[in-house]
């Protein structure tokens, strides 16, 4: 499935992912390749980019936003956001 990170300044992440972790309001949850459409508020916290099935992780630390899981794409609007560290 297609991940982009967006934040008002600039595209943080943008490519073909496994999957992904975030924080949601209610607790964290993980969207996979073919996942139902969704619209979610996010809290601050860590977003893991799955980037393969081999074990490859991106971190990102975000501030409050939401992300819209539609047509095989997750698009993640966030106030801020940054690199955290990549495995």
Known sequence: MTLEILTPERKLFSGEVYG???PGIS????????????ISALKAGRVKVLKDKQQHFAFFDIQG???EVLN???????????PVESV
């Open 20 to 22: 992904v972790q975030l």
């Open 27 to 38: 607790g964290s949850f993980e969207v996979l390749e073919k996942h139902a459409p969704l």
């Open 65 to 67: 936003g939401f992300v």
């Open 72 to 82: 095989n794409k997750a698009t993640v609007l966030v106030e801020g956001a940054v």
